[in-house]
């Protein structure tokens, strides 16, 4: 049972970590160094996306459920979590290249807007 947990509790933390990836650009508005932390996860989840990969928690999840006797899946996580929910059918590898893209032009907007296009205050530093 507390495998099973461990497992569920992997899955949260998987999903944070794909909103971050996807959304956390937009914290830049309230601390700048933020950037530290977001921009090479943000690398990450494209690269993971681009070339096919696997994130590691995927395996982790599932070595989790096996020792606590649950069922594991093939494939990753957003084809498991996230586009179960969104498209009836499993995740292709066009579609995995456009999340991954997605994910990148995303971030590179946020960033765009943050460092060149929105209006600067006085006394701020860039």
């Not at 507390?2 to 309230?30: E, K, N, Q, S, W």
């Not at 996860?41 to 999840?61: Q, R, S």
């Not at 979590?81 to 893209?101: C, F, K, N, W």
């Not at 997605?102 to 907007?109: C, D, E, I, S």
Request: glycine content about 12%.
């Amino acid at each position: 049972m507390a495998y099973l947990l461990l497992a569920d509790g992997v899955v949260i933390l998987h999903v944070g970590f794909v909103l971050f990836t996807a959304l956390g650009g937009l914290l830049l508005l309230r601390n700048r160094s933020w950037m530290w932390i977001q921009t090479p996860a943000f690398v990450w989840a494209g690269f993971i996306e681009l070339t096919g990969g696997v994130c590691p928690l995927t395996p982790l999840e599932n070595h989790l459920r096996t020792l606590g006797g649950g069922q594991t899946y093939q494939g990753d996580f957003i084809g498991r979590y996230l586009l179960a929910v969104l498209y009836p059918e499993s995740l292709t590898r066009e579609v995995q290249i456009i999340l991954g893209l997605l994910v990148v032009f995303l971030n590179a907007g946020f960033y765009t807007w943050f460092f060149w296009l929105r209006p600067k205050h006085r006394g701020e530093r860039t």
